[in-house]
Each structure stands twice: as structure tokens, then as C-alpha cells.
């Protein structure tokens, strides 16, 4: 219904937002399998909240986005790989922040805000301490840009895996009838499965906007494989996964307001992968608001709403589409295609 | 994978915890269209927990649910219609369970904890005064029961609607392979839709129990039907909706742990309604552990929390084949099966 009225922006991706840049870096090779991903605000910040709802998280800067908390503008938020040692990557990310004098202003300086969430892939290349640090977050503002975002083994992606195939970084957006753009960006990495294994089709598939999915894989044939694959997750442990989501609109909203949007992409978690939220997985949404346009009355808000869970449905959808097949001394991680496709 | 184990209990229903009764109450004709839904704990109470995921929620006694809080064992919940006026109900509950002993004790009296959530069903029946109070609540308590519960427009589901359609009250359980059960009841109560609008298909049917729904309606040829139902909320006004949650366990779980299970069922709601968590929705979810069995280990608490999303979506699609068509001077809902089976 209100779904007819939706189209993907020019790039669909998070870049759809104006004013955003992406950047990112991977760690491969030497035993790595890991990266970072980071989403810049324009000049001056933006507004930001988050919605933490995994139970093994690993966070920073997280307790600044609570509605009444003193700080109101962000300047970047750093997903990483490298499960808690990742946080540092976002040192770097302000490091160069700090250098452009993009921060939250005291006597004598700028603190740039960087909240960061990181997802668990220790070891995955084959080294637990191969792992993104500063200069790696450092490296993905360097490379930033408003351009195209490439998706799959990238970024904070890098490492990623879900359901006993490959993961991986994964970007949509959508623009509503009224011209508002809400994007987002995931990193899959789940211990649930983005298939549903009685058919072998992507469970966010559906909610993919006309045309968004020309070459689905034709699954069908690859059911047991990808059931396989998904039971491979059979024995789980605590902290070994976590999805990632920023979200990202042209809208005004305060940061409760961006807090109720980032609550919203985990409805499109729950809809792109099952189990998701889980004890091993410690899921967390970011929300982004530049306020170039102005905030919007409860009717566009709901419509803003119910496109945010879906746009992250339809980015896990591009992450396990884009991600290809990885093979390390750890582990061998199926694509998608390469199974549904076989 | 992880389904191939589970079966539903004997009554698939919330009740297939032991201990736990449910009482249901309608007030209905004479401008009324409300009800409410009692779940009563065993004799001492149970652990419980929530999770308030909607933006609009009306509430009682979920602060002392919050982990680090005193109380740590609850007598009853409930699920009421009536927007808030609707909390009242709880007073009746609590008159009840005072008079049988059942409460926290102190000095003289037993204080009954009785947390409760509301739904928006105002006016659903012609006269927005006709709304459930303290003496249907009280009635619900006096004939609840452990057995089979009735599905559909009754309880706290009487006045409920979803997407156009008629809503309900549903309820589902799962067996797991080492005997621990989870259950669910909803009052399914949405601005989104339990229907792929796509399809005609309600959205949750595909997590069904091999067997469970055997007379799922051909909805194909019902479509146009279905859509224009779903488009009749297509002006939606902020808390006029909400989708109700009570799980259960016959597991030990602490005040954390059932707010981590009832965090779960709001996963099951993603799946089985869109959109959900709006603004216009104050979905809450309680969850109920009754300690019957140990503590699980984290491999068992995964497995419980995967069964305990997919429960909620069972239940929701239980609740919509159960409905009835509800036509009052205020309105007329259709029910799902009256437009897919025409």
C-alpha cells in the first residue's frame, strides 16, 4: 500500500542521504579477515540516536545518545569488526576528525562524537589478533566519499557471516512519495540465517521494491545445501555474532527521534534474519538525521517509520547478495549465490 | 534447522505452561466492542518481564519490572482494551487476588502485583464510554482456567482490528526438544497489516508448525479485497493501534531474563505485522517464567529464544484466522477468512 509509493534513491544506498560519506577499509590477508565502516555527517554534525537491542553488544559512545544527555550532534559513527578491540578504530576515525577541527567545541579544542558498535569475527582469517585499530578507522575517513557504496566482503563486512554463509556490508534506500530519503547501511553478521531454509530463498527478499532483485538466485535447487550451511551454526556460542545497522534520513528529528528510527531497523533485522537479537548477537541500530528537511507531521513520520524497517530488510538483502565465497585456514564461508545458484 | 524440534503443546496455547490460567472477559452490545485478558501465575507467583517497544503504550506497574527493582515475582498480567482507560481493569484483578491471599506481602495485607498494558479499541463499538473497568477484570479472574483458550474476538482482542481487518486475540505454544515449553498469547491490534498485500497471504503463516495450519485460506484470489482492507488505515492517527504480548516458560529465568525473552516476541510481531512498533502502535510484551524447570544453559536459552519469537507470529496468525467479521454503528471490520476464502 504505502509501499507503492516508495522508490530507491539514485545510488541506493546510504549516500542517498546528501551529505553523507562512507568510507571504508579492510583488514585481509597475513590471517585477517576484518574491517571498518565509516559513516561521516556533513560539516557541523548531525543529529543521532541508537537502539541497542542484541544482548552481547560492544559499544562506545552510546550513552550520549540518550534523549536528555547534553551532546546533540555526532560526526561519525564507525562500525567495526574486531568484536571490543575494534572500538579502537573509532580513535582513529576522531583522530582525523580532530585534525579537519570537527568536533564538539571546548576551551582550546574539538572532541569529535564517534559512537562505534562492533560484530565479532576474531579469528575468522585465522589470527584472533589480527583486528582493525585506529589507523585502520583512520584509513576509511581517507577513502570516504558520497559516491556509490560497494557492498559484500567490504568493511565492516569483511569478516562477517550469517547462518553458516558468507556475510557482509549491504546498503538500500528508499524515497518516499513526498521526497524524504531514509537509508541504511548493515553489516550481516548473525548467528541466525538471512535463508529460510524450507524454501532457500532470502527471507528479506519480498520486500525488495520493484526491480531491486532482477537476478535473485533461483534457490530452489540449492535447499539442502543452504540448510547445510545454516547448521553449521548448530553448536552457538555467546558474543559470536552481531548485525550492525546505521540508519540515516534528510528529515529534522531530535535524538529521541533518531533513536525511535534506529528502533525501527531492527523490525527489519527481524524480518531479514531468524533468529535474530539473540544471546550470541549483540545487534545495535544507529539513526542519522541531517535536517535539511524539515521534521515531519505524524503522517510522514509513520511512512519514514515503516520504510526504515524495510530498507534494512532489503540491505541484508544486497549484503548477502554481493557478499562472494571465503576460504582462510579458519573456515570456509559459502556465498549466497554460490549455493542457490549451484 | 532448530524447528525440526519443536512441536506445539497439547493445547498450543499460552496455558500449555503449567500453572498458568487465562481468563477472558468481552463487553460487547449496547455500544461496547472492549474486553480483557487475565493471565493469572501460579499460587506465589511467577518471575516476569517486559519490553515496551511501541511509541504510544498505555501501562501499569512495568517500572518494577525494570531489573534491580525489589519485587521479583508478579501475580498476574493483564491485557485490557479501552486505551488507558482501560488500566482500571487491573484494580479489579488485584481485589480479586487480595481476596484469595495472593500478593507481596507486608504488614497486615498482601499487595497483588499485577502489571498491565492497554490497547486502543475506543469507540470501536459506537460509544466511546463503554470501555472495560475494574468489575470486568474481577470477572475475568473468576473464570479463568488452565485449558484450552478461545481465540479470536474475545478478551482483550474483542475490540481489536489489524490493517482493515478484524483483529483478535491468539495464542500458540512450542514444545522444545528438551521439554521446555514457551508460549504466547496477543491481542493482534495494528495500524500495519497481518497480510502480505502482495499475496493475500497473513504474513506469520509461513512460521507454522508442520501441520498447524491445515485450512489456511486460498488468498489468491482475494487480494484486491485484502489490499483495500489493509488501505482503510490508510489515514492512521497516533495511539489508535497496539499489539498486546503476554510469553510464558516453565523455565527459572530472573526479572532480566524474561525482559530478554519478552524483548523477543517483539521480533515475532515484525515478522507477522507491517508495519509495527509505530508510532501509532504502543506494542508491549510481557514474559512470564514459572521456574518449574532449572536455569537453561546458553545453548538452551538460545533455542527458547528463537521458538519464543517465532511463537508470537504463530500466535498472531492464530489470532486472525480465528476472527470473525464485527460490524457496529462505528465501523466494519472484515475478517481475514471471510475475504480470502470468498
Not at 537502539?51 to 559512545?61: I, K, L, Q, Y
Not at 534474519?273 to 539513526?287: E, K
Request: with cysteine; hydrophobic share 45%.
Amino acid at each position: 500500500v504505502l509501499d507503492d509509493l516508495v522508490r530507491p534513491g539514485p545510488r541506493n544506498g546510504l549516500t542517498d542521504v546528501t551529505g553523507l560519506r562512507v568510507g571504508q577499509a579492510s583488514l585481509t590477508g597475513d590471517g585477517a579477515l576484518s574491517g571498518v565502516t565509516v559513516v561521516l555527517a556533513p560539516p557541523g554534525g548531525a543529529a543521532a540516536g541508537a537502539d541497542v537491542r542484541g544482548a552481547a553488544p560492544g559499544t562506545r559512545e552510546t550513552d550520549l545518545l540518550v534523549p536528555g544527555t547534553t551532546v546533540d550532534r555526532v560526526h561519525a559513527i564507525v562500525l567495526s569488526g574486531g568484536s571490543a578491540y575494534g572500538l579502537d578504530t573509532a580513535g582513529g576515525v576522531m583522530a582525523r576528525l580532530e585534525a579537519a577541527g570537527e568536533g564538539f567545541a571546548v576551551p582550546g579544542a574539538v572532541v569529535p562524537i564517534v559512537p562505534a558498535a562492533v560484530l565479532f569475527d576474531l579469528g575468522r582469517g585465522g589470527d584472533v589478533r589480527a583486528r582493525p585499530g585506529a589507523a585502520l578507522g583512520a584509513h576509511a575517513v581517507d577513502v570516504a566519499s558520497g559516491g556509490t557504496i560497494t557492498q559484500g566482503v567490504v568493511g565492516a563486512g569483511t569478516g562477517a557471516a550469517a547462518g553458516g554463509l558468507k556475510g557482509g556490508t549491504g546498503t538500500a534506500s528508499a524515497v518516499l512519495e513526498d521526497g524524504t530519503t531514509v537509508a541504511a547501511l548493515v553489516a550481516v553478521n548473525a548467528v541466525g540465517s538471512a535463508v529460510d531454509v524450507a524454501t532457500g530463498v532470502l527471507l528479506g527478499a519480498r520486500l525488495g521494491l520493484p526491480g531491486e532483485f532482477p537476478d535473485l538466485p533461483t534457490a530452489s535447487g540449492a535447499v539442502d545445501a543452504l540448510r547445510e550451511a545454516a547448521e553449521r551454526r548448530a553448536v552457538p556460542r555467546p558474543g559470536t555474532a552481531t548485525s550492525l545497522i546505521v540508519l540515516a534520513t534528510d528529515l529534522t528529528l531530535d535524538k529521541a527521534g533518531c533513536g525511535r528510527l534506529a528502533t525501527m531497523g531492527h523490525d527489519g533485522l527481524a524480518r531479514a534474519l531468524s533468529p535474530v537479537h539473540t544471546i550470541m548477537d549483540g545487534d545495535a541500530a544507529f539513526a542519522l538525521a541531517t535536517g535539511v528537511r524539515p521534521a515531519p507531521d505524524a503522517t510522514a513520520l509513520f511512512a519514514v517509520h515503516a520504510a526504515a524497517a524495510d530498507v534494512v530488510a532489503r540491505a541484508v538483502v544486497h549484503a548477502m547478495l554481493a557478499a562472494t565465497t571465503v576460504t582462510t585456514t579458519a573456515g570456509h564461508w559459502p556465498s549466497y549465490r554460490s549455493l542457490a545458484e549451484a
